[in-house]
């Protein structure tokens, strides 16, 4: 069993469209991530969710806006897309708050904005 | 400046020697954590330190809090420890991540 999945596992889409990527952990865990990394393979975290609730919103355009609609689901929605936002996007959770937990990765989603 | 060093930045070696990566930061830190990243782009959680050594199968992490420092080794190195390992700190209540080595091992 998976134990996070996102989907898809490549999106390929034009400048200016508005499009989601999917995550789901069945890990029972409380707390889910979103990473960039970008062409330097440099890994950034974006946003964390403790049980549905926002704690981590990095200096991240307004364009990005995640969705947590239970606890196994973060959700990243992008409006507007942007050459620049051309990235690998990990989705991870942990049992706990950031930092001080194991992190468990989904296999990645390479985003390409033509 | 990072606040997260590692080194070195690529890494090359022969099947068999023992490696160690190094990772340096600047900041109080609650926990230090050792990632896997396979050629294939996913990502696996090695170790997660606050103080002294774990070890698991081959590999071994230690962390020196004082010296603000930490390395990761791998004895009898294999072909299929080749990845990129990052180093990634838990200060500020924030993670902050380095940028990463990579290791190749030639058979």
């Known amino acids: 069993d998976t134990a996070v999945s996102q989907t898809p596992k490549y999106l390929v889409t034009q400048m200016g469209n508005d499009k989601s990527i999917k995550c789901e952990q069945n890990?029972?865990?409380?707390?889910m991530y979103w990473y960039k990394q970008d062409s330097k393979k440099f890994l950034k975290i974006m946003f964390s969710?403790?049980?549905?609730?926002?704690?981590i919103n990095e200096t991240v355009p307004n364009r990005f806006s995640p969705k947590s609609p239970d606890k196994a689901h973060l959700n990243l929605h992008i409006n507007s897309l942007e050459l620049g936002d051309s990235a690998v996007y990990f989705c991870?959770?942990?049992?706990?708050?950031?930092?001080?937990?194991?992190?468990?990765f989904g296999p990645g989603t390479r985003l390409t904005v033509t | 400046k990072n606040e997260v060093e590692q080194s070195p930045q690529n890494l090359t070696a022969q099947e068999g020697e023992f490696i160690t990566i190094n990772c340096s930061y600047s900041?109080?830190?609650?926990?230090l954590h050792w990632l896997q990243q396979h050629p294939g782009g996913g990502i696996v959680s090695l170790f997660m330190?606050?103080?002294g050594k774990k070890k698991h199968g081959r590999l071994i992490a230690t962390i020196n809090i004082q010296e603000k420092h930490s390395s990761l080794h791998i004895t009898a190195s294999h072909p299929r420890d080749s990845a990129v390992y990052i180093c990634?700190?838990?200060?500020?209540?924030?993670?902050?991540f380095g940028t990463g080595t990579r290791l190749t091992i030639i058979p």
């Open positions: 991870a959770s942990s049992q706990g708050l950031a930092g001080v937990w194991e992190q468990y």
């Open positions: 890990l029972g865990h409380d707390t």
């Open positions: 969710y403790n049980n549905k609730e926002l704690i």
């Open positions: 900041v109080g830190i609650s926990a």
């Open positions: 330190l606050s103080s």
């Open positions: 990634a700190i838990f200060g500020n209540e924030k993670l902050t």
